[in-house]
């Protein structure tokens, strides 16, 4: 079978499979490599954690045993990473499409396995706006696919969707590309291309969202790195909300949230929790974190963007002004 080279993030992966979401790599060698087969995988390790959706139901169960790790996508796939070698081995069911394979390497699994690697990553969504990147964590349907990809429709590009990779860089945080696409259900896809926006394949057979990317539709993609300057947690508004409100996080708060959104595969690792821990405190001391609630009403996406601009203004403002003070 022949094998193809593709760059994710600052990675270079090979794959058995077409990955036509990512870039293909013309040089430099895999630091990651991906088998695919109909088998079932046989493995006697012990099952140490269950990552579980807001209904408490559990998606993904995680396994080890020495440099192996299991990641189980119940009636989906078996993924077996070697972490020593790299190795990225999928055991599909039977029924399960090609597509929903993808989706599950590029959008759970990679993240999980670059963790490994002592990468950092985020659960959230990234926009560049004046000044740099902005970010919107929150809990998976809290919107924050639909929020980045609205900005696109005042001229601001996606960094990344549902995913960041953060970095230091020589002077400031910064944060990395993935690759370009968003993914959106069809009445946030209304509203960022219009009723009549193309008819595009769902992400998964067992998820309704579609992919939006730049070929499809006229959306802008960030391919550079940028330096993040502001995150914001999409929490749930309050009983009769009709408003759109923001509210700084002091940091000590922030360091919570920041390690409850972070991907993190192996929660036995004391020594990588303890580094995740230490830049993550950095990070929170860095990088600014608000609290943003709205009403999920489409009606108003206006007046939540127009908060988030003014949100970026107002802390860049004050941190002009504390430089000429």
Not at 199 to 210: D, F, G, N, S, T
């Amino acid at each position: 079978m022949a094998q193809r080279k593709y760059r994710i993030w600052d990675f270079i992966l090979q794959s058995a499979i077409e990955l036509p979401e990512l870039e293909p790599a013309k040089t430099g060698g895999p630091q990651f490599t991906f088998a695919f087969s109909r088998r079932k995988l046989k493995f006697e390790g012990t099952w140490y954690h269950s990552f579980r959706l807001m209904d408490e139901t559990a998606w993904l169960h995680a396994a080890k045993s020495g440099p192996e790790y299991v990641l189980r996508f119940p009636d989906l796939a078996d993924f077996l990473f070697c972490s020593d070698r790299g190795t990225i081995i999928c055991f599909a069911a039977q029924n399960a499409p090609v597509a929903s394979i993808r989706h599950l390497l590029l959008d759970q699994v990679l993240p999980l396995v670059l963790s490994t690697r002592g990468k950092f990553l985020l659960h959230a969504s990234c926009v560049v706006l004046p000044g740099g990147a902005v970010g919107f964590i929150g809990e998976s349907g809290r919107g924050k696919s639909t929020l980045a990809a609205s900005f696109s429709g005042l001229g601001f590009p996606i960094l990344t969707d549902d995913c960041i990779l953060v970095e230091k860089g020589r002077n400031r945080i910064v944060a990395v590309p993935n690759y370009p696409g968003v993914r959106v259900w069809s009445d946030s896809k209304a509203l960022i291309l219009g009723r009549k926006g193309p008819r595009l394949p769902r992400v998964a057979h067992y998820l309704w969202k579609q992919r939006l990317t730049g070929e499809s539709t006229r959306i802008q993609f960030q391919r550079t790195r940028v330096p993040l300057t502001q995150l914001f947690l999409l929490a749930l508004p309050e009983a009769g909300q009709s408003d759109v409100r923001t509210e700084a996080i002091p940091p000590q708060r922030a360091v919570v949230e920041l390690l409850k959104y972070a991907f993190r595969l192996d929660v036995t690792d004391e020594r990588k929790l303890s580094q995740e821990f230490f830049r993550v405190v950095e990070m929170a001391n860095s990088i600014p974190l608000a609290f943003l609630t709205y009403p999920r009403d489409f009606a108003r996406i206006g007046l939540v963007q127009e908060a988030v601009l003014e949100h970026v203004r107002d802390r860049r403002r004050n941190e002009n002004s504390l430089l000429c003070a």
